[in-house]
C-alpha cells in the first residue's frame, strides 16, 4: 500500500499528537544523565544498537533510504510492529536527533 504526501503527513502529526500525550517527547532526562555512560554520535548508536537488527535483514533496511530525521526519531521512541520503543534513558533527544541524522543522510552499504 502506498500512501501519498497528505496521508504521510496526517500519520506523522497523529504520532506526535500521541508521544505528547504519552509523555514520550519529554521524558524525564535526569533518567540518561544518572547512568554514567554516554554515547559518542549517532553513528556508534547505529552500529551498536540499530545494525543488529537493520544490517542483519531482520529489520528492513534503513541507511541510503533518505528517511525524514522525523520519522525515524517518531519509530525510536515509539517502536513499530517487531521494533521496540527507546526510552530517553536509553537514547537521549540530542542522541536521538544525531541518530536521526546519520541514519537519513549515510548511504548504504551494500
Known amino acids: 500500500m502506498k500512501i501519498g504526501r497528505m496521508e504521510f503527513t ?5 504520532l506526535i499528537l500521541m ?3 504519552t509523555g514520550a517527547l519529554g521524558a524525564d532526562q535526569r533518567e540518561v544523565t544518572q547512568g554514567g555512560f554516554a ?3 549517532g553513528a556508534e548508536v547505529y552500529t ?10 531482520v529489520g ?3 541507511r541510503g533510504r533518505d528517511l525524514d530525521p522525523l ?11 517487531a521494533m521496540p520503543a527507546f526510552r530517553a534513558a536509553e537514547i537521549d533527544d540530542q542522541l536521538l536527533e544525531k541518530l536521526a541524522e546519520y541514519v537519513s543522510k549515510t548511504g548504504s552499504d551494500k
Open 10 to 14: 496526517m500519520l506523522v502529526s497523529g
Open 19 to 21: 508521544a505528547s500525550h
Open 60 to 62: 528492513p533496511i534503513l
Open 71 to 81: 520519522y525515524i526519531k517518531l519509530i525510536v521512541r515509539n517502536g513499530s510492529r
Open 39 to 41: 554515547w559518542q554520535d
Open 48 to 57: 551498536k544498537v540499530c545494525a543488529l537488527c537493520h544490517d542483519t535483514k
